[in-house]
C-alpha cells in the first residue's frame, strides 16, 4: 500500500525550538512538495523538489526555514528558531511531476508556544 | 487578484441534490486543473482533474472548465452526507505550480 508517510504527526514546542519535519514519498516519485495549511492562509506551498533537487522555495521564509532531500527516499523540513506563527499543519505531497497528481501524507500537526 | 478563487461557503444542500462548486483563476496559460477533497483533520486527496474544455464525468462528479472565462466547476450530483468536506481548486500556474484555492465547505444534509 504505497503512501506518503510523515513524521511526526504531532509536534507541541516552544518559541526559538528548532523543529525537524521528515517525509518518506511514495516510492518512484520524482517530486516532492512540502505545503503549509491554516485557517488564515488556506494551503500554501513552501517549496518542492525534483529529483531531490530543489526546483522553487519562494513560498518559504528563508531566515528560518529550510527543506532538504538527503536521500530520494527522506525530505525534512527544519525551522529554527521557531515562532508561534508557524502553528499549521505541514503537509509533505510526492509525485510524478509539479502538474501532475500529488499524493498527500498525513501531515504534521505543529503548535508552537 | 488571487491567483485561484472559490466560492467562500459554506455551502449546504440537501441529501440527492445538486452541488455545485466553483473556481475562477487569474494566469490566462494555464493548462491543468485538479479538484481536491480534503475531509476534517485529513490530508487532501485527487477527485478529479480535467485539461480540455468542457465537461468531464466520473460517475457523481462532472468538472467544467472554461478557459476563456477562466472558470472551472465541480459538480456532485446525487449528494451525499460523505460528500461533507472542504473541496480545494488547484491550478497549475506560473513557474510549472499548482496553487490551490481556499477551498469551499460542503455540507450535505440528510
Known amino acids: 500500500d504505497a503512501r506518503v508517510t510523515q513524521t511526526p504527526r504531532h509536534k507541541v514546542t516552544e518559541m526559538g525550538q528548532e523543529v525537524t519535519m521528515r517525509c518518506q514519498p511514495i516510492?518512484?516519485?520524482?517530486?516532492v512538495f512540502w505545503y503549509r495549511q491554516t485557517m488564515m492562509q488556506g494551503l500554501e506551498l513552501l517549496a518542492y523538489?525534483?529529483?531531490?533537487?530543489?526546483?522553487?522555495d519562494s513560498g518559504m521564509p528563508k531566515d528560518r526555514f529550510s527543506a532538504e532531500m538527503p536521500d530520494a527516499t527522506l525530505a525534512t523540513l527544519k525551522i529554527q528558531p521557531s515562532e508561534p506563527r508557524d502553528s499549521a499543519v505541514y503537509f509533505c505531497?510526492?509525485?510524478?511531476?509539479?502538474?501532475?497528481?500529488?499524493?498527500f501524507g498525513p501531515g504534521t500537526r505543529l503548535t508552537v508556544l | 487578484q488571487k491567483e485561484v478563487e472559490q466560492n467562500s461557503g459554506p455551502l449546504s444542500v440537501p441529501e440527492g441534490a445538486i452541488a455545485s462548486l466553483n473556481c475562477t483563476y487569474s494566469?490566462?496559460?494555464?493548462?491543468?486543473f485538479f479538484w481536491y477533497r480534503q475531509y476534517s483533520g485529513k490530508s487532501p486527496e485527487l477527485i478529479m482533474f480535467?485539461?480540455?474544455?468542457g465537461d468531464k464525468e466520473d460517475g457523481r462528479f462532472t468538472a467544467q472548465l472554461n478557459k476563456a472565462s477562466q472558470y472551472v466547476s465541480l459538480l456532485i450530483r446525487d449528494s451525499q452526507p460523505s460528500d461533507s468536506a472542504t473541496y480545494l481548486c488547484?491550478?497549475?500556474?506560473?513557474?510549472?505550480?499548482?496553487?490551490f484555492g481556499e477551498g469551499t465547505q460542503l455540507t450535505v444534509n440528510p
Open positions: 505531497a510526492s509525485g510524478l511531476g509539479p502538474i501532475n497528481e500529488q499524493f
Open positions: 488547484a491550478v497549475e500556474t506560473s513557474g510549472s505550480r499548482l496553487t
Open positions: 480535467i485539461y480540455s474544455n
Open positions: 494566469d490566462r496559460g494555464s493548462q491543468s
Open positions: 516510492l518512484g516519485h520524482n517530486t
Open positions: 523538489f525534483r529529483n531531490r533537487a530543489p526546483l522553487d
